[in-house]
């Protein structure tokens, strides 16, 4: 059996892409930054998929003592991931915030503790192994300087939020071209227009409320992406419907995305990070 590690997956995205990949007979594990909450998704999900294998851990993203501690907790399943999707995602904050690393908090929860996740988790992966990183629409108004975005005294939250999510999508194109292969790949998705977890200014939720899809659908391109093995590293699955509702298809590709970029970013992570990424 498979196994997919899924972060941020208590509630709303990851929540549908566990429950999506469950039924797909994947063993899943799911992190949260509070392990009772991961718990109670794991027994929901359990009532609903009795004979399912899934559990939970304790990861947050914002604590590079939390990160750095992942791996060496992981590995006491004495399983590898075939799957692993980054999903876990800072909330779109109003005030700005750095994590204890003192990075940008959007930057450094989706971007930076990401890529310090994946370099300590390689080492754990089976031999024919697939990492998806979840980007999000915004990433193409993302700021032309690649990066943490804001400051204390200059923020913006849709800057600092795409800025992140750009870095997402550049850091999976990236793993791709670096590490690509027949055994490993790395894939993108974002879910559109989708409700999860209540977050935002009062206008995105007003709007949310009747022009979202659901959280279910926004997972498809995701559970896509790490399920389905004709696509190949580098896919970017999205919703078909200007990027924002319905099927899963292949996404535009934001327009900051060059090579320059890619390695720009890639630079700027493991900076960051204080971490280098090798196969």
């Not at 999707?85 to 904050?93: E, F, I, S, T």
């Not at 979840?134 to 975005?149: C, M």
């Not at 071209?177 to 894939?187: E, K």
Request: aromatic residues 10%; glycine residues 8%; charged residues 20%.
């Amino acid at each position: 059996m498979s196994l997919a590690l899924i972060t941020g997956a208590n509630t709303g995205l990851g929540f549908e892409t566990a429950r999506g990949l469950l039924k797909l007979g994947y063993e899943v594990v799911i992190t949260s930054r509070e392990l009772e909450r991961g718990n109670r998704a794991v027994a929901k999900l359990k009532s609903e998929y009795p004979q399912g294998q899934v559990s939970a851990l304790a990861l947050d993203l914002s604590k590079q003592s939390s990160i750095n501690a992942f791996a060496a907790e992981f590995a006491k399943l004495s399983k590898p991931w075939d799957v692993l999707v980054l999903n876990a995602g800072a909330k779109v904050l109003a005030n700005y915030r750095e994590t204890d690393s003192g990075v940008e908090y959007h930057f450094g929860v989706n971007a930076v503790g990401h890529f310090s996740l994946v370099s300590d988790l390689l080492p754990h992966r089976a031999p024919i192994s697939r990492v998806v990183s979840v980007s999000s629409i915004v990433a193409r108004f993302a700021p032309e300087k690649l990066g943490p975005a804001g400051s204390a005294n200059e923020y913006s939250a849709g800057a600092s939020y795409s800025a992140s999510k750009l870095s997402n999508y550049l850091f999976a194109m990236e793993l791709q071209r670096r590490f690509g292969s027949d055994s490993f790949s790395s894939l993108a998705a974002h879910p559109g227009f989708a409700r999860a977890e209540p977050y935002g200014p009062a206008s995105t939720r007003f709007f949310e409320s009747f022009l979202a899809q659901s959280a279910a659908k926004g997972a498809l391109p995701i559970i896509e992406a790490a399920s389905d093995p004709s696509l190949h590293g580098g896919s970017y699955r999205v919703p078909k419907i200007f990027e924002l509702w319905g099927e899963p298809t292949e996404g535009i590709v934001p327009k900051n995305s060059t090579e320059e970029s890619l390695t720009r970013n890639w630079e700027i992570l493991e900076t960051l990070s204080g971490k280098t990424l090798a196969l």
